[in-house]
């Protein structure tokens, strides 16, 4: 009796984050962000750690391996922007991400020279670059335009 209430509660909780997700942008967001974050992360670990590029190499490479699981799940599922011209859209995303890039290797240079080690510096970054990257996206890249 007690699982098939656990079992109950578990089934409605799934279907209410899955609702929750469809319908709040800013949590679709959080994870498609989640999961390029984590690409980021790993992959600059790599780099950085493992293959020994110097460390705004490593950022860089993994920043931009990081996009495409990024402007996928941003343009298809966050801001659904299905109808919208990927000749439109791609290049804005691209811009925000470059400035998203700039900003964070700013930041990973200000927080080195600070005397964090690269993987905290990381951590600054990833908390963020996100809010700007969102506003952008939300106010331009992805907002439908007249022809």
């Known amino acids: 009796m007690q699982i098939a209430k656990y079992f109950n ?9 899955w609702d929750y997700a469809r319908a709040n942008r800013l949590f679709k967001f959080g994870v498609v962000g989640g ?18 590029f110097p460390p705004l190499l490593g950022n860089s490479l993994a920043y931009a391996l990081s996009f495409v699981v990024s402007y996928l799940g941003q343009c298809l599922w966050t801001f659904e922007a299905k109808s919208g011209s990927h000749l439109k859209m791609l290049p804005r995303f691209a811009i925000a991400q470059g ?9 990973i240079v200000a927080c080195m020279r600070f005397g964090l080690g690269y993987e905290p510096s990381m951590i600054v970054a990833i908390f ?8 952008v996206c939300k106010f331009w890249v992805f907002t439908p335009r007249a022809s």
């Not at 690409?39 to 950085?48: H, I, K």
């Open 128 to 135: 963020l670059v996100p809010v700007f990257v969102y506003l």
């Open 35 to 52: 999961a390029a974050t984590v690409s980021y992360f790993l992959l600059g670990l790599l780099f950085v750690n493992v293959l020994c």
């Open 99 to 107: 400035i998203g890039l700039l900003i964070n290797s700013c930041i």
């Open 9 to 17: 509660f578990c089934k409605t909780s799934l279907i209410w984050l």
